[in-house]
C-alpha cells in the first residue's frame, strides 16, 4: 500500500498562488521592497480570497484592505531578511526551488498538455446526478500488488468464496467476519476508482483488481439503491456543483491511466538497477543526508531505465534524488519500494523534460508561481532563523505558568460510541429500542451509515470533550452508560452517542504542562521578534506602502 502513496506522491502536484514582482505600471504598485512588489490586481485578488476564505465575514473597510496588504507584504520583507543572511544561496533552498519547479512544470503539463481534452458531456452529469442519488453496499478484498490480487482473483473464479478469502486477507475482526463487508457508500465516499468500478457491477457481480491508491480491490456489489423521484429542479440547482465533481474526478481518474501507463511500460536495466540498490542500501546515512559527495558519486550515463525513447540515466537519477523532498526518501521500504521509488522519479524527469520542451516555463504565471512558492519557502526560513535567537530560561517558565494557569488544563476525556443513521424518524426508533434493552453494538452493525463504525463497533476511544464541538457541553453532562439525545450535525446525518468511559478534567502540573509552556512562551516571543524584524528590515530596504493609494482601491466582489 506504502508503494503505491509513494509513486502517487511522486506525481501528484499542488495547486499555486501567483502574485507577480514585476510592475505592469509603475503607478498601480501599492506597496514594494526592492524588486518585490503587490500591485492593485494582486492586491484585489488577494482580497477576495482572503473575503471568501473568511465565509465573507469582513468588508473592504481601510483597516481591513491595510490587514490584508499587510499579511502579504510581511511574506515579502521575510524574504527579503532571508536574502540578507544568505539562506536563498544554502543547498537546501536550491533543492527546494528546483523541487518547486518542477511540481509546478509538471503539473502544468499534465493540464495544458496530457489532460486538455477533458471535457464534461450533459449525459455524463445526468448519471452522475443519478449516482449522488444512489447508495451502494459492497465488499471486497484488499492486496497490495498486481499479483497476489490476481490470485485471489483466480481462487474466486474457481469457486472459493468472499467470505473464506476475507478472513485470509484482512486483520480487522468485523472485516474477517462479515466477507469484506465495506458497507453503503455513494459517489465522493471511496477512492475514485474504486467507486467507479463499483458503480459499474451489477448486484451479485465481482469486479477484477481495481488500482486504487492503496493498492488492488475485487469488488463485490451486494446491495443498490436510487432515490425512486429525481426531479428536474432538483438537478438544475446541483447542475454546477457535479460538474465540478466529474471533471475533477476524470482528470485524476486520467492522471492515474497516465501513472500506470507510463509505471507498466517502463523497462528497467536490472544490472544498472540492481546496482544502484546496493549502493543506496549499502550507503543508507549518505543517501537519506543527500550527501553531496554521494549523490555525485552517483552520476553516469549509464542507461536505467526506458520509456517510449525517453531514456533515464543514472545522471538523471541523482538530479532527481536531489530535488525529491525527503519525506518520501524516508517512506522508501525495501527493494520493491525503492523500485516504486524509481519509477516515481523517472515520470517526474519524463514530465519535466517534456515541459521544458514545450516552454511551459516562459510563461509568465508559471514563473510567477515558482517565484511566489518559493518567496514563501523564504519568508519560513526566515522564521526559523528568528527560533534559533529565542530561549526561555527555568524561571520564564515558571512565571508564565503561574499568570497562565488557565490555558494549562486537561480537559475532560470521553470514550464514546456512536450509531449515525440518515433520517431523525430512525434516529428516534433507535433510541426506543435502545431504551427497551436492544444491544448498541449490534444497532451500529446494522444501521450505521459511517463505514469506519463498522471496524469499530462505533467506538470513538478516549478524546478531548472538545472535539465535540458545540455539543460539548451536552456529551459532558452524560454519565457512563448513558445514550445521548439525537444530535444533528448536518443534513442526513443524525447521531446517538453511547458514554462507555470518562477522564475527569483537571488542571496541569507544571512538570505536566512545562513543553506547552514553553511552546506558549515561544509564540510569545516569536511573534514580538518578527514584528521588530519586519519593522527592521522594512527601514533598512525603504520598504514602500502607499496607504493613499491602497484606500482608493475598490474591491468588485
Given at each position: 500500500?506504502?508503494?503505491?502513496?509513494?509513486?502517487?506522491?511522486?506525481?501528484?502536484?499542488?495547486?499555486?498562488?501567483?502574485?507577480?514582482?514585476?510592475?505592469?505600471?509603475?503607478?498601480?504598485?501599492?506597496?514594494?521592497?526592492?524588486?518585490?512588489?503587490?500591485?492593485?490586481?494582486?492586491?484585489?485578488?488577494?482580497?477576495?480570497?482572503?473575503?471568501?476564505?473568511?465565509?465573507?465575514?469582513?468588508?473592504?473597510?481601510?483597516?481591513?484592505?491595510?490587514?490584508?496588504?499587510?499579511?502579504?507584504?510581511?511574506?515579502?520583507?521575510?524574504?527579503?531578511?532571508?536574502?540578507?543572511?544568505?539562506?536563498?544561496?544554502?543547498?537546501?533552498?536550491?533543492?527546494?526551488?528546483?523541487?518547486?519547479?518542477?511540481?509546478?512544470?509538471?503539473?502544468?503539463?499534465?493540464?495544458?498538455?496530457?489532460?486538455?481534452?477533458?471535457?464534461?458531456?450533459?449525459?455524463?452529469?445526468?448519471?452522475?446526478?443519478?449516482?449522488?442519488?444512489?447508495?451502494?453496499?459492497?465488499?471486497?478484498?484488499?492486496?497490495?500488488?498486481?499479483?497476489?490480487?490476481?490470485?485471489?482473483?483466480?481462487?474466486?473464479?474457481?469457486?472459493?468464496?468472499?467470505?473464506?478469502?476475507?478472513?485470509e486477507v484482512f486483520q480487522t475482526p468485523y472485516l474477517a467476519n462479515n466477507g469484506g463487508d465495506i458497507g453503503r457508500f455513494t459517489t465522493d465516499e471511496m477512492d475514485i476508482a474504486f467507486e467507479e468500478a463499483a458503480f459499474g457491477l451489477k448486484v451479485g457481480e465481482i469486479s477484477k483488481p481495481v488500482p486504487t491508491?492503496?493498492?488492488?480491490?475485487?469488488?463485490?456489489?451486494?446491495?443498490?439503491?436510487?432515490?425512486?423521484?429525481?426531479?428536474?429542479?432538483?438537478?438544475?440547482?446541483?447542475?454546477?456543483?457535479?460538474?465540478?465533481?466529474?471533471?475533477?474526478?476524470?482528470?485524476?481518474?486520467?492522471?492515474?491511466?497516465?501513472?500506470?501507463?507510463?509505471?507498466?511500460?517502463?523497462?528497467?536495466?536490472?544490472?544498472?538497477?540492481?546496482?544502484?540498490?546496493?549502493?543506496?542500501?549499502?550507503?543508507?546515512?549518505?543517501?537519506?543526508?543527500?550527501?553531496?559527495e554521494f549523490i555525485s558519486g552517483l552520476k553516469s550515463d549509464e542507461i536505467l531505465a526506458s520509456y517510449k525513447g525517453f531514456e533515464f540515466t543514472l545522471e538523471d537519477f541523482s538530479t532527481e534524488y536531489r530535488f525529491t523532498p525527503l519525506s518520501l526518501i524516508n517512506a522508501i521500504e525495501g527493494k520493491d519500494g525503492f523500485e516504486n521509488f524509481v519509477i516515481g522519479t523517472a515520470l517526474r524527469a519524463y514530465l519535466f523534460k517534456n515541459a521544458k520542451e514545450a516552454n511551459l516555463q516562459d510563461q509568465p504565471l508559471i514563473r510567477e508561481s515558482v517565484d511566489e512558492t518559493f518567496y514563501s519557502y523564504l519568508a519560513q526560513q526566515a522564521i526559523e532563523d528568528l527560533k534559533k535567537s529565542i530561549s526561555n530560561t527555568d524561571e520564564e517558565l515558571r512565571i508564565a505558568f503561574q499568570k497562565n494557569q488557565e490555558r494549562f488544563y486537561k480537559p475532560l476525556e470521553v470514550n464514546l460510541s456512536r450509531i449515525v443513521v440518515e433520517t431523525e424518524e430512525k434516529a428516534s426508533s433507535l433510541i426506543t429500542q435502545l431504551q427497551s434493552g436492544a444491544d448498541f453494538i449490534s444497532l451500529v452493525e446494522k444501521h450505521t451509515i459511517v463505514n469506519e463504525d463498522l471496524l469499530t463497533s462505533g467506538e470513538l476511544g478516549f478524546k478531548s470533550v472538545r472535539n465535540y464541538g458545540s455539543y460539548s457541553a451536552k456529551i459532558s453532562e452524560l454519565k457512563i452508560g448513558e445514550i445521548s439525545e439525537i444530535i444533528n450535525y448536518q443534513t442526513g446525518q443524525y447521531t446517538i452517542y453511547k458514554m462507555n468511559g470518562r477522564i475527569e478534567g483537571r488542571p496541569y502540573t507544571f512538570d505536566e504542562a512545562k513543553e506547552s509552556v514553553h511552546a506558549f512562551l515561544m509564540d510569545q516571543k516569536l511573534n514580538d521578534l518578527k514584528e521588530k524584524t519586519i519593522q527592521d528590515v522594512k527601514e533598512k530596504h525603504n520598504a514602500l506602502i502607499d496607504i493613499e493609494k491602497l484606500n482608493k482601491v475598490t474591491i468588485q466582489i
Open positions: 500500500m506504502r508503494d503505491h502513496l509513494i509513486l502517487l506522491s511522486c506525481l501528484l502536484c499542488f495547486s499555486l498562488g501567483a502574485l507577480s514582482c514585476q510592475d505592469k505600471v509603475e503607478s498601480d504598485v501599492l506597496a514594494r521592497i526592492n524588486e518585490y512588489s503587490i500591485t492593485e490586481v494582486h492586491f484585489e485578488n488577494a482580497f477576495k480570497e482572503y473575503y471568501f476564505r473568511t465565509g465573507r465575514a469582513i468588508s473592504a473597510n481601510p483597516s481591513t484592505k491595510l490587514s490584508v496588504l499587510n499579511a502579504k507584504f510581511d511574506n515579502y520583507v521575510l524574504a527579503t531578511y532571508a536574502e540578507d543572511k544568505k539562506l536563498d544561496k544554502t543547498e537546501a533552498a536550491f533543492q527546494k526551488r528546483g523541487e518547486i519547479e518542477r511540481r509546478v512544470l509538471n503539473e502544468e503539463y499534465l493540464n495544458q498538455i496530457i489532460l486538455k481534452d477533458i471535457q464534461v458531456s450533459e449525459e455524463e452529469l445526468n448519471q452522475y446526478f443519478v449516482r449522488f442519488n444512489t447508495t451502494l453496499k459492497a465488499s471486497h478484498l484488499f492486496a497490495n500488488d498486481l499479483t497476489s490480487a490476481n490470485i485471489l482473483y483466480e481462487r474466486l473464479k474457481n469457486g472459493e468464496s468472499f467470505e473464506k478469502l476475507a478472513k491508491a492503496q493498492g488492488y480491490s475485487i469488488i463485490k456489489l451486494t446491495d443498490r439503491f436510487t432515490k425512486p423521484i429525481l426531479s428536474k429542479n432538483e438537478f438544475a440547482i446541483k447542475k454546477a456543483e457535479i460538474a465540478s465533481y466529474v471533471y475533477k474526478k476524470k482528470k485524476e481518474l486520467a492522471t492515474r491511466e497516465h501513472l500506470y501507463n507510463f509505471r507498466d511500460n517502463l523497462e528497467f536495466n536490472s544490472e544498472v538497477f540492481d546496482a544502484l540498490w546496493n549502493k543506496m542500501n549499502e550507503n543508507y546515512s549518505s543517501a537519506v543526508s543527500k550527501d553531496s
